[in-house]
């Protein structure tokens, strides 16, 4: 229990280190784009014309800038018990699945046999069993803090227009669950179930094919050397997973932090940024119309697609959403 729960405060310490950039990635994913679109200094590709959003670490940098750095250490606390929980319940529930149901998921194919040696079929069933068994581990921990992320990003919320309707931690949850009951608490959490159920079979899927049907037919490769073609096994999964899985669990990603904030007094439920989405399929509906759904997706090269705003003032655009014209 005791390495439990160094591995979970570990994993905590770490979330609040790099808790800026959570904050102000979760401030995208809401739509909070206070500063100016700019045009690219060269010609992207061939030529199109493109806008550009700060990326994530001028983001950052410009935030601090201007409001301090305490500004994007808003609902840090939810973060960090929310990472230790989640830690936690993944351990716990992997403890207790390989105890009381060892066979979840089918039987075991082959213990004691390696990956390489087994037929397509044997593997695939091996690959999917795994899968089922880290889904069921993950809707587990996912139920078990969705509360807290909703604490968090409603407290990083306020940074829009610096309201302090939320406060510390057991303060919001009480708040949230005498006002607004268990819906309250658990708001986008289907979204949020279908972002991890994405990237996870996703990711299985990929590997299944590059294990069975590339890596092995590869120059080099040796299935009895564990290091073998290691180099482009990582730099391939950090590609697919960056590139080509991430992007489809972003977009349920953001449908969860709208509903998190949805129903609320927060600026950052009401126009520009959304309206009161009764179902998260209104919000996914509403993104996808607005070409937003990819929003939050890399850190930098950040093209907007959306709506844009003219400043009378300044004649700078800065992105918004249809709503502004209403």
Known sequence: MSDVCASAWQSAVFDVAVYPLTSARTLIEL????????????????GCD???LPNLYSYVYRTIQDHGVWALYRGVEACAVRTFLFNGAVTLTFNLMRTHVPNM???????????????????????????????????????AT????????????????????????HETLMKIGEEEGLPGLFAGLIPTLLSSYF???????????????????????EPEDPQSLLRPKALSTIFIDKFLINPGGQRYRNVSRM???????????TIPYAYSFVHWTEAFGFLRKENLLSRGCYTIFRVHYGAVFKDP????????????AF
């Open 31 to 46: 739509g909070f784009e206070p500063y100016p679109l700019r045009h690219p200094t060269m010609k992207v590709f061939f």
């Open 50 to 52: 493109t806008l550009f």
């Open 105 to 143: 998921g089918g039987e075991p194919v082959r213990p004691n046999v390696k990956d390489y040696k087994l037929t397509h079929y044997e593997s695939f069933r091996r690959r999917f069993r795994s899968l089922i068994r880290q889904t069921f581990i993950q809707t587990i921990a996912v139920v």
């Open 146 to 169: 969705q509360p807290l992320l909703v604490c968090m990003v409603r407290e990083i919320a306020q940074h829009i227009r610096n309201e302090t309707t939320y406060g510390y931690v």
């Open 199 to 221: 990237c996870n079979w996703s990711l299985g899927a990929v590997g299944f094919v590059l294990d069975r049907f590339i890596w092995p037919y590869k120059k080099g490769y």
């Open 259 to 269: 509903m998190c904030v949805t129903g609320t007094s927060l600026k950052a439920a």
């Open 313 to 324: 003032k300044t004649q700078q655009l800065f992105a918004t959403t249809s709503l502004r």
